[in-house]
């Protein structure tokens, strides 16, 4: 059980208090299901001001509670001992804004032997809206004098159902020897639902937020470590993701704006010098790709950190980021 209570001072003058419950069960059924349920109560009451006048940000109402209730059940089933194992589980939940939620999941794991492991897994994820994105209005750029003038307002929508995504994964473990290891995973993403804005008037322009796409993401996910010698430790990591979102005429956005959100490659690679027992120093770097929407160029970052452990309780360290720039 948990009380959380809010208070902070910007565009708006938010109180916000969160009464938080939950439960948690876990036992054994004959001898090759492990169960493991739950429930959870979570109830919200806030009041959310606008300080400035006229007020960039307004949430109508000012004054809201609203409560979210859960329930969640798995079971992870032993097919045969040590070597395979079937995970099936769902969440349900209920909430103010897109009423019902079911969010079921399935695992799959094999252990050929005790080096390696495969899993593949499915599941249903679900974003339900904020209270800003149902309720807010906000004043989000002005028009300029030859056009007008005048703000460009923006609306949410009490109608915005969930974002919802399928995720297909699979993955592959492998430890060949004691001083080499390596993993992957694959994954295939289905979205609907992704919100976006429309124009609800030409002018002066008012937008609304609204389920505006569809879409799939896919890519792949590989790291490895070797240990190079007993005083030397080497670890990469790199991933690749693609994003295609259907077209739809009536969003303010192209879905290339959203698309071109997420960094296509990205690689990180960490060398660990044990100098001696008590020095330690590390490098890392790491590669991060274009951002078109963002107008961010692809760029390289290194990192480096030399520590000191005088005795047993003490660490003093000396960290350098972003050193290339």
């Not at 979570?42 to 940000?57: F, H």
């Not at 079937?86 to 032997?113: M, Y």
């Not at 896919?218 to 693609?242: D, K, N, P, T």
């Amino acid at each position: 059980v948990y009380y959380d209570r809010t208070d902070r001072r910007a565009n708006i003058d938010q109180n916000v208090n969160v009464l938080d419950i939950d439960f948690q069960h876990r036992f054994p059924v004959a001898c090759n299901h492990n169960i493991i349920w739950g429930l959870g109560y979570r109830r919200y009451w806030d009041t959310l001001r606008p300080q400035l006048t006229p007020p960039i940000i307004d949430i109508i109402p000012n004054v809201r509670t609203y409560e979210l209730a859960s329930a969640f059940l798995q079971d992870e089933v032993t097919i045969r001992e040590d070597e395979l194992y079937f995970t099936l589980g769902t969440k349900i939940s209920d909430n103010r804004f897109t009423d019902f939620e079911v969010q079921p999941s399935a695992r799959l794991l094999w252990l050929p032997n005790q080096r390696s492991a495969m899993w593949a897994a499915v599941s249903r994820a679900v974003r339900v809206p904020s209270r800003s994105e149902i309720d807010g209005q906000f004043i989000t750029g002005q028009l300029p004098p030859a056009a007008g003038g005048g703000p460009i307002l923006l609306f949410g929508n009490l109608g915005l159902d969930a974002e919802d995504m399928i995720a297909y994964e699979v993955g592959y473990r492998a430890a060949p020897t004691d001083w080499f290891s390596w993993d992957v995973a694959t994954f295939y993403n289905v979205y609907e639902k992704l919100t976006n804005f429309r124009n609800l008037q030409p002018f002066p322009p008012v937008l609304q937020l609204f389920n505006a796409f569809h879409g799939e993401s896919y890519g792949f996910e590989i790291s490895s470590q070797v240990q190079m010698a007993c005083w030397w430790r080497i670890s990469g990591w790199y991933s690749f993701i693609r994003l295609d979102l259907n077209d739809n005429p009536t969003a303010v956005q192209p879905p290339s704006t959203i698309e071109h959100r997420v960094p296509t490659n990205q690689a990180f690679v960490m060398s660990t010098l044990n100098l001696t027992d008590d020095i330690d120093f590390a490098v890392m770097a790491r590669y991060v790709d274009v951002l078109p929407s963002e107008n961010v160029p692809s760029y390289i970052a290194m990192d480096a950190r030399l520590a000191w452990r005088p005795n047993q309780g003490t660490e003093l360290a000396v960290v350098g980021q972003n050193l290339l720039d």
